[in-house]
């Protein structure tokens, strides 16, 4: 008996005559980042490893993505929340990396994937935010050259569907006003990590 619902299908035939719903930022909009300490916030990864990288990472990648999150919860619990069962984060993962502040100096727009419709407009549904990367690779390949010629995508995040990630498709740095707001065992964010350990029933170890 095949186990239903399965992988998402690949994009089909029509979505370039469909019409997205578009979520557009404005300048001042600010994104947030919980990145490695060693590397720069502001980076357009092609690996291949995630959600919407594109398909023909890591060789022959015709653009990169950038992910962020439109709060410091989406952050802390997309980099922390990968593994299942009881959640838990240690002091020296944290102690390796940052949170930055990403202000918007242009309007970015997004195919929107999170707002209410969003989905069946391009004809998809939960299983491409939540299901293989392999298929949302195709998609994100896909709505990237879609005629809506959109920034990236606006998608709900996987370990919290109640907060909004981006997938923001290469693009100049210069687009980003970037302020480090360091590592979350910093005693500057004392009561913002006590915030992210208390709403997500999440251990420091």
């Not at 980042?33 to 990648?61: E, K, L, N, Q, W």
Request: aromatic fraction near 8%.
């Amino acid at each position: 008996m095949t186990d239903m619902p399965g992988d998402h299908p690949l994009p089909h035939a029509e979505l370039h005559a469909q019409t997205p719903l578009i979520f557009t930022l404005k300048i001042g909009d600010v994104l947030y980042r919980h990145h490695r300490s060693v590397h720069d916030p502001i980076y357009f990864g092609t690996s291949g490893d995630y959600r919407f990288d594109d398909p023909d990472c890591p060789t022959g990648a015709s653009f990169g993505v950038l992910y962020a999150g439109e709060d410091p919860h989406c952050c802390f619990i997309e980099s922390c929340g990968s593994t299942t069962g009881v959640p838990a984060v240690s002091g020296d993962y944290l102690d390796a990396r940052e949170i930055a502040r990403l202000e918007l100096t242009g309007a970015l727009r997004f195919i929107d994937l999170a707002s209410s419709g969003g989905l069946t407009h391009v004809g998809a549904d939960a299983r491409l935010v939540t299901g293989s990367y392999k298929v949302a690779q195709r998609w994100s390949a896909a709505l990237r050259l879609h005629p809506s010629k959109a920034d990236g995508i606006r998608y709900p995040a996987r370990h919290d569907p109640t907060r909004v990630a981006y997938a923001i498709f290469t693009r100049p740095r210069s687009t980003f006003k970037v302020t480090s707001l360091g590592s979350l065992t910093a005693s500057s964010n004392r009561a913002l990590l006590s915030r992210l350990l208390r709403d997500y029933n999440v251990d420091l170890i």
